[in-house]
C-alpha cells in the first residue's frame, strides 16, 4: 500500500491543529484525527482513540464509526484486546486475519461477529509512558500490512501530541486557578490588615498577630477571618 504524499498528511495535521486552537477541546482534534484515518487508509471502515490511566481505567475518547466503538467496549468489559496489549506493551499489534487470531480467546471472535476483519492498534507514547492507544479496523476480508503500520503509527503520534497539549493546559489552568486564589487571599488580608491599622492605629505587625488571634478563636483560616472582618465593616463605611 502507498502512503498518502507528504503534504496531504501535513494537511490533516494541520486542520486538527486549528481545530484545537479554536475548539480549544482535544476530543475535537482526536476525532478529527480518526476521521481523517479512516478516509486515508484503504480498507478502514473506521478508527478511534482509547486513553488509558496508569490504573487500568479506560475509555475511547473518539470513534469514527459505531463499530469502533462497540469493538473498543468488548476489549474494556472482556480486559483483553490488541488496543490494551498495544498499550500495556507500548508496541504497535497488527492483526492481519482476525478470524484465525489466536491471542485474545474471547475477544477475536466477537469483534469478528461484527464484521471485522484485520486491526492495527499502536500506542500513544510520552517517553516509556503509555497514554493509550490509536486503532484501526477494517472488513470484508481486507487485510492491513506493515504500509498500514506506518501510516497508523504517524496518526498515533499527532494524537499523542494532542494528549499530551491537553494534560499540559489542564494542568496550567489548575496552576493559574490555585495563583489566582492565592493572589486574591493575599489581598484580602492585607486590607484587612490595613483596616485594623486604621481602627487602632496599630502597626502592621501588630494587625498581623490580631488578625491571626482572631482566626485561631474562630477555628477559621485566616482568609476567611479577613473576609469576615471585612464585610462587617462594610456598612459603617456606607
Known amino acids: 500500500m502507498e502512503l498518502p504524499l507528504a503534504d496531504e498528511i501535513t494537511a490533516v495535521f494541520a486542520r486538527a491543529s486549528r481545530l484545537l486552537l479554536t475548539e480549544d477541546t482535544v476530543a475535537h482534534a482526536l476525532r478529527l484525527i480518526t476521521d481523517a484515518a479512516t478516509a486515508a487508509i484503504p480498507g ?18 473518539a470513534a469514527s464509526d459505531a463499530v469502533v466503538a462497540e469493538a473498543d467496549a468488548l476489549q474494556y468489559e472482556l480486559e483483553e484486546g490488541p488496543c490494551i496489549t498495544a498499550w500495556a506493551s ?3 499489534v497488527l492483526v492481519e486475519n482476525l478470524a484465525a487470531e489466536q491471542r485474545w480467546s474471547r475477544w477475536a471472535p466477537a469483534a469478528a461477529a461484527l464484521g471485522i476483519s484485520s486491526s492495527v492498534s499502536c500506542p500513544l507514547l510520552s517517553g516509556d509512558l503509555a497514554l493509550g492507544a490509536v486503532k484501526v479496523y477494517s472488513d470484508g476480508g481486507h487485510s492491513f500490512g506493515n504500509g498500514t503500520v506506518r501510516l497508523a503509527e504517524l496518526f498515533a503520534e499527532q ?16 496552576l493559574s486557578d490555585r495563583l489566582q486564589e492565592s493572589l486574591a487571599q493575599r489581598d484580602t488580608i492585607s486590607m484587612a490588615k490595613g483596616l485594623l491599622m486604621a481602627r487602632k492605629g496599630a502597626s502592621e505587625e501588630a494587625a498581623l498577630r490580631d488578625l491571626m488571634m482572631l482566626s485561631r478563636q474562630a477555628g477559621k483560616p485566616l482568609a476567611q477571618v479577613a473576609a469576615e472582618l471585612l464585610a462587617a465593616a462594610r456598612p459603617f463605611e456606607n
Do not use: K, Q
Open 44 to 61: 478502514a471502515i473506521g478508527a478511534g482513540v482509547s486513553l488509558i490511566a496508569g490504573s487500568g481505567l479506560r475509555h475511547t475518547t
Open 159 to 174: 494524537a499523542t501530541l494532542f494528549v499530551i497539549h491537553s494534560h499540559a493546559r489542564e494542568a496550567a489552568l489548575t
Open 90 to 92: 507500548g508496541e504497535t
